[in-house]
Each structure stands twice: as structure tokens, then as C-alpha cells.
């Protein structure tokens, strides 16, 4: 879904991409929103790391996750041209076209979890964190920089890009093969889930809905500039793939977590 950016608001002071609030509003529906923006060339992976985050939001939301909504943000030359912040003009004019977007939530905490101890509450909803993060290969939720905001039983997640290593041509095992489970020791969760014998039953349950229909959706969803047919037909195949390991992966878990 496409908004259009209309107000940059501030650019967040940490975070090595410096993201941006902004306002932007979607034309058909004659709506706001507060949109934390991503821009491609300040993004490591560039425009595939922008596919990324849009697929791992979707895929994500579908599983039940509360993970923060991805959006495609229209940046126009006339938008970037009227923002008074010169760096962040600087950024938006060499960004102009289709950006990444996440709702900004606000009121909400970002602790580092890391060694902490889970409430009873948190157990099951941190566990298919971790097995997402372990099917998405996504090693960047880990305990010194968690990349989700905690509020009391409520876990939003933000950040997925650097997920789907193989679509950054990053060579790294996937969960199911060997060592592929080995950088989920470090995840933000994998602590306070140490010893809790999480059921992860309920997670992998709800991957089997992503068929292969709901991966070609998900993946018919990534602007063309983002990513090219190559790519895009390797991330649904992966998003199969993954859904075929689930409860192998589950298990290795469940396994590790003893
Ligand atoms: N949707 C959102 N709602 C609220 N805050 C957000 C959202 N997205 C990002 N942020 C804030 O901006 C920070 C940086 O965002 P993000 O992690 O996506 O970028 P990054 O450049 O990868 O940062 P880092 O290097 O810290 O991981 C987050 O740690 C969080 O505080
Ligand atoms: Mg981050």
C-alpha cells in the first residue's frame, strides 16, 4: 500500500541508518499516519534490504505477530525539497522514489531484554519471536540491540533487515541446515527462554498458513524497484521452504532451550 510523505517530523538520533518520523498520508483513503522511514542508500543492503523489511513485516503480521506495519513510502522531489532540516533534505533528495515505511508506535519502551528473565506472559510470545528470527535467519535482534519495543505483555517488532540472508547474498546457513541454529544463541529472547520450556507448538502451527498462494502475495507486494524477478521468485521459494522446516526447526529449539 502506498502512502505519500507529507511532513518530516525528526530523524532518530541512534541507530546506525538514523531513520526518520515522518507524516505521510495515503491519497485513496484520505488518512494519516506516523511513519518511522527508511531510506534505501542509508540502509546496508540498499533497495533488497527495503524488500526485506517489507516481506518479514508481512510475513510476520500474517503469523499473528505484532510486528510494526510496513508501509511504501512515496518520496517526491517537492516533499524533499520543502523539509527545513538541511541533512535530512540532504537524505530525503538523494532518496526520491519508493522507500520503506514502519506505523511508528509510540508510548512504548525499548529495553534490552537480554538477560532478563520473562514473564510468564512473555514466554510463548518471545518463543515464536525466536522462531521466527531463527527461520529468517535474522541475527540482528540480539541481546545488545533487541530491534523491538516491549510493553508489558506486547512485543512490537521493527527492524527485519537484515533477514533473508540469502537474498543479500550473504552466505549463512539456514535454520535447518547445520550451524544454522548457532547465532540464535545471542538472540534477545534466547536467555529468559533458557530453561522455561516454551511451546512452540502454537507458533509453528500458524506457519503452515503461509501456503505457497500467501508467499507469491507476500513477495507481489515489494515494489519492482526493490527487488527484481530473480530475487523476488528466490524470497517466495525461501518463504516456502522455510514453512517446509518449521517443525524441524521448532524442534531444534525446543532442543537447544533445555
Ligand atoms: N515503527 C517504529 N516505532 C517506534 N520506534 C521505531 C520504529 N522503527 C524504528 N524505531 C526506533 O528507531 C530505532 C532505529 O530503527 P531501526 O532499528 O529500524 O534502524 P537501524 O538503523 O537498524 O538501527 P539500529 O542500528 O539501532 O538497529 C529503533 O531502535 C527504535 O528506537
Ligand atoms: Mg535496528
Redesign the pocket.
Known amino acids: 500500500m502506498n502512502l505519500i510523505a507529507v511532513r518530516h517530523q525528526q530523524t532518530?538520533t541512534?541507530?546506525?541508518?538514523?531513520?526518520m518520523l515522518i507524516v505521510a498520508e495515503h491519497a485513496a483513503h484520505d488518512t494519516r499516519h506516523e511513519i518511522?522511514l527508511?531510506l534505501a542508500p542509508d540502509v546496508q543492503s540498499g533497495r533488497t534490504g527495503l524488500a526485506i523489511e517489507a516481506i518479514c513485516a508481512d510475513l510476520a503480521t500474517r503469523l499473528g505477530l505484532n510486528a510494526?506495519k510496513g508501509w511504501t513510502v512515496e518520496i517526491n522531489a517537492d516533499f524533499a525539497a520543502s523539509v527545513p532540516d538541511p541533512d535530512a533534505r540532504r537524505r530525503l533528495g538523494v532518496a526520491v522514489g519508493l522507500q520503506f515505511g514502519?506505523?511508528?508506535?509510540?508510548g512504548?519502551y525499548?529495553v534490552a531484554l537480554a538477560d532478563d528473565a520473562l514473564n510468564d506472559a512473555l514466554i510463548d510470545k518471545a518463543a515464536a519471536v525466536l522462531l521466527f528470527d531463527a527461520m529468517t535467519g535474522n541475527d540482528?535482534r540480539h541481546r545488545l540491540?533487541p530491534?523491538c519495543?516491549v510493553r508489558g505483555d506486547d512485543i512490537v517488532l521493527?527492524?527485519h533487515?537484515r533477514a533473508l540472508p540469502g537474498l543479500r547474498a550473504e552466505l549463512r546457513p539456514a535454520a535447518w541446515e547445520h550451524g544454522g541454529l548457532d547465532v540464535i544463541r545471542n538472540h534477545a529472547f534466547f536467555s529468559g527462554l533458557r530453561g522455561q520450556l516454551p511451546d512452540f507448538a502454537g507458533a509453528a502451527q500458524a506457519w503452515q498458513t503461509v501456503t505457497p498462494l500467501v508467499a507469491a502475495e507476500i513477495v507481489a507486494g515489494v515494489p519492482a524497484e526493490w527487488l527484481d524477478e530473480t530475487a523476488r521468485a528466490r524470497a517466495a521459494h525461501f518463504v516456502v521452504e522455510m514453512t517446509t522446516n518449521v517443525n524441524k526447526v521448532s524442534g531444534l529449539l525446543t532442543e537447544i532451550l533445555r
Do not use: C, M, W, Y
Open positions: 532518530f541512534h541507530g546506525h541508518s538514523r531513520p518511522v527508511k510494526a514502519s506505523t511508528f508506535h509510540s512504548q525499548h540482528d540491540k530491534n519495543l521493527i527492524d533487515e
